[in-house]
T-cell receptor
Framework: DAKTTQPTSMDCAEGRAANLPCNHSTISGNEYVYWYRQIHSQGPQYIIHGLKNNETNEMASLIITEDRKSSTLILPHATLRDTAVYYCIVRVRSNNNDMRFGAGTRLTVKP | GAGVSQSPRYKVAKRGQDVALRCDPISGHVSLFWYQQALGQGPEFLTYFQNEAQLDKSGLPSDRFFAERPEGSVSTLKIQRTQQEDSAVYLC????????????FGQGTRLTVV
């Protein structure tokens, strides 16, 4: 599975959009981009995933560049409860095996 | 409840003691994963089961770590002769049949070896 690079930490004002970048320059054609988040003292929680098209669900939007070498997770109206570590993971979806987590981005939403 | 359940939630062990950590996956989920998460780090893969078969144990750090899932549902992660470097949160995740679905994580067991 391709490796990802994320900033160590970011801040965001409550009510504003939080844009979390992820670089995955070695991604291959059959690898998907997944995002999970981990709120303090909880297990990781699935947010969204995509292959090449932009995706949106009730939690977030995922924007993937045309060359697929990077992506951005967007939380449109961040709340204090969105404070968490956000993990960007790239994996082959047909692979039944695990996901490999990096260190993620620690997002702090401030009032 | 409908989620992945792990017990105990917290465990303090004396160095050299054996421990057993339990994971109750979501009913019907075929795949089960164990991860180890050190303080301030992302989860590190330990092992993976599909039903009762342990298909990948490449992440187990030593032969003191052993995992089983004898009936394809509940899983136990056992650590023998615990050492201080084993102190971490141990996370369990389960996933339905096929990789098209996403993984659901438990809250983890925080193991502290003193």
């Amino acid at each position: 599975d391709a490796k990802t690079t994320q900033p160590t930490s970011m801040d965001c004002a409550e009510g504003r959009a939080a844009n979390l970048p992820c670089n995955h320059s070695t991604i291959s054609g059959n690898e998907y981009v997944y995002w999970y988040r981990q709120i303090h003292s909880q297990g990781p929680q699935y947010i969204i995933h995509g292959l090449k098209n932009n995706e949106t669900n009730e939690m977030a939007s995922l924007i993937i560049t045309e060359d697929r070498k990077s992506s951005t997770l967007i939380l449109p109206h961040a709340t204090l409860r969105d404070t968490a570590v956000y993990y960007c993971i790239v994996r082959v979806r047909s692979n039944n095996n695990d996901m490999r987590f990096g260190a993620g981005t620690r997002l702090t939403v401030k009032p | 409840g409908a989620g992945v359940s792990q017990s105990p939630r917290y465990k303090v062990a004396k160095r050299g003691q054996d421990v057993a950590l339990r994971c109750d996956p979501i009913s019907g989920h075929v795949s089960l994963f164990w991860y180890q998460q050190a303080l301030g780090q992302g989860p590190e893969f330990l092992t993976y089961f599909q039903n009762e078969a342990q298909l990948d144990k490449s992440g187990l750090p030593s032969d003191r770590f052993f995992a089983e899932r004898p009936e394809g549902s509940v899983s136990t992660l056992k650590i023998q002769r615990t050492q201080q470097e084993d102190s971490a949160v141990y996370l369990c995740a389960s996933r339905p049949q096929g990789s098209m679905a996403e993984a659901f994580f438990g809250q983890g067991t925080r193991l502290t070896v003193v």
